[in-house]
């Protein structure tokens, strides 16, 4: 079991950052692969960015390619995510999830961290 806990979401104004934190404990964090995702009000839930358990692979959801950075620090059990040039549309409750297999989904989920980007 793994259990995750968000932080670092908040109002901020369109073209602006914030970086959100993803505090791990229970199993050992970095035997898993760490996901962020997104749920927008009236929209279902979207895969915005993830990371291999060693950090060496990252991938990205097209719509935040160059804009975000997902990162993780094993030795702190925390995982990061870094959203720069933030847009109206990127306003959503942000979660992270853990997997020890990505192949089979994201079996463990923080309870998420709102964001909002004002015009």
């Known amino acids: 079991q793994v259990q995750l806990v968000e932080s670092g979401g908040g109002l901020v104004q369109a073209g602006g950052s914030l970086r959100l934190s993803c505090a791990a404990s229970g199993r050992t964090f970095s035997s898993y692969a760490m996901g962020w995702f997104r749920q927008a009000p009236g929209k279902e839930r979207e895969f915005v960015a993830g990371?291999?358990?060693?950090?060496?692979?990252?991938y990205y959801a097209d719509s935040v390619k160059g804009r975000f950075t997902i990162s993780r620090e094993n030795a702190k059990n925390t995982g990061y995510l870094q959203m720069n040039s933030l847009k109206p549309e990127d306003t959503a409750v942000y979660y992270c999830?853990?997997?020890?297999?990505?192949?089979?989904?994201?079996?463990?989920w923080g309870q998420g961290t709102q964001v909002t980007v004002s015009t």
């Open positions: 990371i291999s358990w060693s950090g060496g692979y990252t």
């Open positions: 999830a853990a997997s020890s297999d990505v192949r089979t989904g994201y079996p463990y």
